[in-house]
C-alpha cells in the first residue's frame, strides 16, 4: 500500500500506529481448545506490519498472542522491528517487588524482548489499594530499563488522577470509546487536557456492529462471539437496537458523504478527540483484515454538520452509566461473560473482621495504620446492622500519606479505604447513610465533592462537609460515614 496510517509520539521513545492491531480475538479464537501455529500468526501479523500497522497490543490472557507477537519481533532487528503493548492483570492481592517483577518477567519471556514498549496494568478492584503498590514497583523497573512506557487499562478519572498525584508516570490509558460509549469524553478526557497522558480507544467499532453489515438490520436474537455479545449489551444499556439504529443511519449519512464506509466515520470520531492517541482494532490473524479500508479514516475530516448529524442521533440514546472501567467493577456488568459479581465477591477482603472481646455481636476491623493503636480506635465496627467508620484519611499501610497535598486524589483513597471497611463488615457502599468531610482548606471543596459524588451518585446519603483547619501532617482531607445495612 503507498498510504500509511497515521502516526503519534506517546513518549519521546515510542512511536506508534493511530489504528493498532487489537490480538483479543486470538483467546476467542483458542477458547476451545484450539492453538493457533505461532509461526503462522506471525506470518499474519506481519502482513499487517509491511502495510504500516505495526503497533500490536495483547495482554496476559489473551491465549498465546504474546508468544505469536514474539515470533514476531524475532524477525527484526533494533529499532525496524514493531511495536508491541501488553497488559499484566494480576488478582487483587499483596503486590511485593517480587510478585510485581515476575509478572513483569513472564510478559518480557514470552514476548523474547529485554523490555516491553508500552506495559499496561489492570486492576479489579479499587477497595484493594495494592494497586499503587504494583504501579509504584513497576515505576521502579522502568526506571531499571524493563519497561519502556507505563500505561493503565481501564482506569476512571478519578483513580487515574490519584495515581498521577501520587507520582506514577502514567502515559496512558486504554478504555472503551465509541459512538455508543461516549464516557471517556468526559472527566477523562478533561484530566487527559492537564497532563500528558493520552487515551488508547477500543470497542471502537462496537465488536463489528458499527458497519454497514448491520445498518437496518433486525436486532439479533442469539450471538456466538464473546466480543460481540459485550457490545450488545452497551447497544441495550444506550437505548436499544432502535437508538442504536438512529447512530447507525446517521453515520451512513456521513459516509456516503466522504465516500467512506462507517467503520470509518466511526474511527475518525474517536480520532478527532485531541485526548485519544490511538484506536485499536481487532486482528483476525488472516480473517476479515480490511486494513485498506482502515486506511480510509485518514483520507477524511468530520465537519460541523457531521457532528450535528451524529450529535442528534446521540440525543435518542442513554449515556452508558458512570465512568470508563466500571463495566467490570459495578453494575450494569457490560463485559463479554456479563455478570461480574461472583468474581468480585471472590476477591480477599484487605481487612478482616474480628470479634470485639466481651461484646456479643459486636465486630471490628483495622486498617494497621500507626494512629489506630496509639489513639486506641478502630478503623470500623459494626453493632447489629449499623456500621460506623471513624474519620479516615489517605494513610496507605502504616503511615505513608498519599497524593500529598491534593485534596482530590486524597478524597478518591479515603473513600476507597472506607468501602473495604465496610465491605469486610458485611456492609456495601449502598448502605451508608451518613457521611461527613473534614477538609484542612475549604477553597479544595469541588474535587473532595466530586469524588464523594462518584463514590455516592446513587446512594445520596446525608452529608456535612467541615472546614477543620489544620489537620496532621499533609494530609489535607479527612473523611467518615455510617452505614444501616439490611
Not at 492481592?93 to 510478559?107: F, S
Request: negative net charge; contains cysteine; glycine residues 10%.
Amino acid at each position: 500500500m503507498s498510504q500509511l496510517p497515521d502516526r503519534i509520539a506517546l513518549t519521546k521513545d515510542l512511536s506508534i500506529s493511530r489504528i493498532v492491531c487489537g490480538l483479543w480475538q486470538v483467546a476467542d479464537i483458542e477458547k476451545n481448545g484450539t492453538t493457533v501455529d505461532p509461526d503462522r500468526g506471525a506470518d499474519a501479523l506481519q502482513a499487517y506490519a509491511r502495510d504500516g500497522f505495526d503497533t500490536f497490543d495483547m495482554a496476559d490472557h489473551y491465549g498465546s498472542a504474546e508468544l505469536i507477537t514474539g515470533k514476531l519481533l524475532a524477525r527484526y532487528e533494533g529499532s525496524s522491528r514493531p511495536v508491541a503493548f501488553t497488559k499484566w492483570c494480576p488478582e487483587p492481592g499483596p503486590m511485593t517487588a517480587d510478585v510485581v517483577r515476575r509478572g513483569v518477567e513472564e510478559r518480557l519471556a514470552r514476548l523474547g524482548v529485554d523490555r516491553v514498549d508500552l506495559l499496561q496494568f489492570h486492576w479489579w478492584s479499587f477497595e484493594h489499594p495494592a494497586w499503587l503498590d504494583a504501579l509504584h514497583e513497576m515505576q521502579r523497573l522502568r526506571e531499571e530499563g524493563l519497561i519502556g512506557a507505563l500505561g493503565l487499562t481501564n482506569f476512571d478519572a478519578g483513580h487515574l488522577a490519584l495515581a498521577l498525584a501520587d507520582g506514577i508516570d502514567i502515559a496512558t490509558n486504554q478504555v472503551s470509546f465509541s459512538l455508543i460509549d461516549r464516557r471517556a469524553a468526559g472527566a477523562l478526557s478533561d484530566l487527559c487536557a492537564k497532563s500528558d497522558v493520552k487515551l488508547l480507544a477500543y470497542g471502537t467499532l462496537c465488536g463489528g456492529f458499527l458497519s454497514e453489515k448491520w445498518l437496518g438490520q433486525p436486532e439479533p436474537a442469539t450471538i456466538a462471539d464473546w466480543s460481540r455479545s459485550k457490545y450488545k449489551r452497551f447497544i441495550d444499556t444506550a437505548g436499544g437496537w432502535e437508538a442504536f439504529q438512529g447512530i447507525l443511519r446517521a453515520a451512513a449519512g456521513i459516509a456516503a458523504k466522504h465516500g467512506v464506509s462507517i467503520s470509518n466515520v466511526a474511527s475518525r470520531w474517536v480520532l478527532e478527540h485531541q485526548a485519544v492517541a490511538a484506536t485499536i482494532v481487532g486482528a483476525r490473524l488472516g480473517e476479515n483484515e480490511h486494513r485498506g479500508d482502515n486506511l480510509k479514516v485518514f483520507s477524511f475530516t468530520l465537519d460541523g454538520e457531521d457532528h450535528a448529524a451524529l450529535d442528534a442521533a446521540f440525543a435518542a440514546t442513554r449515556p452508558i452509566p458512570g465512568d470508563c472501567g466500571d463495566e467490570y467493577r459495578k453494575p450494569p456488568f457490560l463485559t463479554a461473560s456479563g455478570d461480574l459479581s461472583h468474581h468480585l465477591d471472590a476477591i480477599p477482603s484487605i481487612y478482616t473482621a474480628e470479634a470485639v472481646p466481651g461484646r456479643a455481636g459486636r465486630l471490628r476491623v483495622s486498617s494497621g495504620s500507626i494512629w489506630e493503636p496509639i489513639a486506641g480506635y478502630s478503623r470500623a465496627i459494626r453493632v447489629g446492622n449499623r456500621i460506623l467508620v471513624s474519620g479516615t484519611t489517605a494513610t496507605h499501610g502504616i503511615d505513608r500519606c498519599i497524593a500529598p497535598g491534593d485534596a482530590g486524589a486524597q478524597a478518591t483513597y479515603i473513600l476507597d479505604k472506607i468501602a473495604a471497611s465496610i465491605l469486610a463488615l458485611g456492609g456495601r457502599m449502598e448502605d451508608v447513610i451518613r457521611t461527613r468531610i473534614y477538609l484542612r482548606d475549604a477553597s479544595h471543596w469541588e474535587p473532595v465533592s466530586r469524588a464523594h459524588g462518584r463514590a455516592f451518585s446513587s446512594t445520596l446519603p446525608a452529608n456535612t462537609l467541615i472546614e477543620a483547619g489544620n489537620l496532621i501532617g499533609e494530609y489535607e482531607v479527612e473523611i467518615e460515614a455510617e452505614a444501616l445495612c439490611d
